[in-house]
């Protein structure tokens, strides 16, 4: 069983900076892309953004290119999300997810271990 504990939410200023961070259990940390993805109120949960099990891979939702850096730290078994020039529509819990596979992908369905959630509120 994969356990998956995110840290580093909090509330802050619009134009603001977070580092979020998920640890997770298990030895097999570096063989999973590893995805970050949130949930607005009264909103579905959404992509955010995915690094590939090397780390030599990235991908972001539009919403947070330019924004948001996501990376890894496979000896430590933690992926970060550092979150950058937050926006109030940047409000949601983030949960952190680990992939099927080492190759990066966006679809929710692909991601068997979730996180609980860390809160982010950006106030304006």
């Known amino acids: 069983q994969v356990q998956l504990v995110e840290s580093g939410g909090g509330l802050v200023q619009a134009g603001g900076s977070l580092r979020l961070s998920c640890a997770a259990s298990?030895?097999?940390?570096?063989?999973?892309?590893m995805g970050w993805f949130r949930q607005a109120p009264g909103k579905e949960r959404e992509f955010v953004a995915v690094?590939?099990?090397?780390?030599?891979?990235?991908y972001y939702a539009d919403s947070a290119k330019g924004r948001f850096t996501i990376s890894r730290d496979n000896t430590k078994h933690t992926v970060y999300l550092q979150v950058n020039s937050l926006k109030p529509e940047d409000t949601a819990v983030y949960y952190c997810?680990?992939?099927?596979?080492?190759?990066?992908?966006?679809?929710?369905?692909?991601?068997?271990?979730w996180g609980q959630g860390t809160q982010v509120t950006v106030s304006s």
């Open positions: 298990g030895r097999t940390f570096s063989r999973y892309a």
């Open positions: 997810a680990r992939h099927r596979t080492s190759v990066p992908g966006t679809a929710q369905y692909d991601y068997d271990y």
């Open positions: 690094i590939s099990g090397s780390g030599g891979s990235t």
